[in-house]
């Protein structure tokens, strides 16, 4: 059972365009809603993260949009730009465990 | 700076054969992590240990072990390796005393099984 659906799978955009990353959860538990970034040969690494006591928050480029009530959030990269290709993972976790549960990836395209 | 290491980055291996994949953290860590990573799977949990000594299952640990004998280092070992293990495996370290939880990923280990 997937606890964690993320689309799409893969996305590209024109360079400046906005791209949108969605993902929904199932478990009311989760209270902590992280994003990674892996660049291709590189490790995943957190980009941005969401507690459900607040609805959006952006840090440069990237803001993350949090609906409670429709277990739903997504990413959104403002003026994507070619150095923003790179796999995003959302992510889910609740705070009795260390253990993040992953959305399966999105491969972002950002063509000059 | 800390780091994550993992070693061999690339292994190519024969279906049968045991193969250890090294991991090493300097953080100071007390959790650790092995994922793998298949397209459209995206990162799935192999074993975890929150401690020395201390090992637990994820979803996907048949074929696989680990152990941990000090807080640096957490091997991963494919005792009979098949093609089906042929993957990019990643290890991870967090600490369980910061709230946010966030994982710190090696730069991945590449394993062709032929």
């Known amino acids: 059972q997937q606890q964690v659906k993320q689309s799409p799978q893969s996305l590209i955009v024109q360079k400046g365009g906005i791209s949108i990353i969605n993902c929904a959860y199932e478990n009311t538990a989760f209270d902590y809603f992280p994003w990674y970034q892996q660049f291709p040969g590189k490790g995943p690494a957190l980009l941005i993260a969401i507690r459900p006591d607040v609805s959006e928050k952006k840090e440069g480029r990237f803001t993350i949009s949090f609906n409670k009530s429709a277990k739903q959030f997504s990413l959104h990269i403002m003026d994507s730009q070619p150095g923003d290709s790179a796999t995003y993972f959302c992510?889910?976790?609740?705070?009795?465990?260390?253990?993040?549960?992953f959305g399966r990836g999105t491969s972002l395209i950002v063509h000059p | 700076d800390a780091e994550i290491t993992q070693s061999p980055r690339h292994k190519i291996t024969e279906t049968g054969r045991q193969v250890t994949l090294a991991c090493h953290q300097t953080w100071n860590h007390n959790n650790m992590f092995w994922y793998r990573q298949d397209l459209g799977h995206g990162l799935r949990l192999i074993h975890y240990?929150?401690?020395?000594?201390?090992?637990n299952k994820g979803e996907v640990s048949d074929g696989y072990s680990v152990s941990r004998s000090n807080t640096e280092d957490l091997p991963l070992t494919l005792e009979s390796a098949a093609s089906s293990q042929t993957s990019v495996y990643f290890c991870a370290s967090s600490d369980p005393n910061r709230p946010t939880g966030e994982l710190f990923f090696g730069e991945g280990s590449r394993l062709t099984v032929l």
């Open positions: 240990s929150y401690g020395v000594h201390d090992t």
């Open positions: 992510a889910a976790r609740w705070g009795g465990s260390y253990i993040p549960t």
